[in-house]
């Protein structure tokens, strides 16, 4: 049980695009969803708090308007990176929180490299 | 500010050893610490929780150890297996529905 997926796995774009990130959490309902982006040989930095039905909560220096979060449902979130930039490449970790459970469980990350 | 310090980047050891990685926290009163694996390119996998209450838990060849007058954990790794090489991360956290804290992990490499 406790599992999450994240889709796509591996994304490429062009500069200037945009780019949709989902997390499932696929047998258990998440009230609350957190997005980290992790760089080379660096930590998982969190970027949002997202709780279904309201408004993500940022953490400072995250744009919002460039990293727009949508929790519709109790077992989805999604990321979207708009108008992409070659800095925005990273590691994106989504990870769901159950409200059973003490701990949080983390989908298989997605890379996502701009051009 | 809150600080999360993992003592090694790297740690090298012999199959069969065991192998203890420590996580130190300042600026912080966690509820919970707790330790995840990471392998290249996939996301955290959780291994340990242990809360501020407790001294030490065990789950197979894993031991984590939680002072929170030295702010202090440590996680062992006993009889280790090559299969055990991979980052281990330690994260903080409030709660269970709060954003982890992460450090920036030791990357354990046992040789055979």
């Known amino acids: 049980g406790a599992v999450v997926s994240q889709h796509p796995s591996r994304v490429i774009c062009k500069s200037g695009t945009s780019v949709k990130i989902e997390c499932r959490s696929l047998?258990?309902?998440?009230?609350?969803m957190f997005w980290y982006r992790q760089f080379p040989k660096q930590s998982l930095m969190l970027m949002a708090t997202s709780n279904e039905g309201s408004k993500a909560t940022y953490e400072q220096g995250v744009e919002k308007d460039k990293f727009l979060i949508n929790h519709a449902s109790l077992t989805l979130s999604t990321l979207t990176v708009t108008s992409a930039h070659p800095e925005d490449s990273s590691f994106y970790i989504c990870?769901?929180?159950?409200?059973?459970?003490?701990?949080?469980?983390f989908g298989p990350g997605t890379r996502l490299t701009v051009l | 500010s809150q600080k999360i310090e993992q003592n090694s980047e790297a740690l090298n050891i012999q199959e069969g050893k065991t192998a203890t990685l420590t996580c130190n926290y300042t600026n912080y009163s966690p509820a919970y610490l707790q330790w995840y694996r990471q392998d290249p390119g996939r996301g955290p996998v959780f291994l340990l929780l242990i809360r501020e209450n407790e001294k030490e838990k065990r789950k197979e060849r894993l031991k984590v150890t939680f002072d929170t007058t030295l702010k202090q954990s440590l996680f062992h790794i006993t009889a280790s297996q090559p299969a055990d090489s991979a980052t281990y991360l330690c994260?903080?956290?409030?709660?269970?529905?709060?954003?982890?804290?992460f450090g920036k992990g030791t990357r354990l490499s046992v040789i055979a």
């Open positions: 994260a903080l956290v409030n709660s269970g529905n709060t954003p982890l804290v």
């Open positions: 047998d258990f309902q998440a009230t609350t």
């Open positions: 990870s769901a929180y159950s409200g059973g459970a003490d701990t949080q469980y």
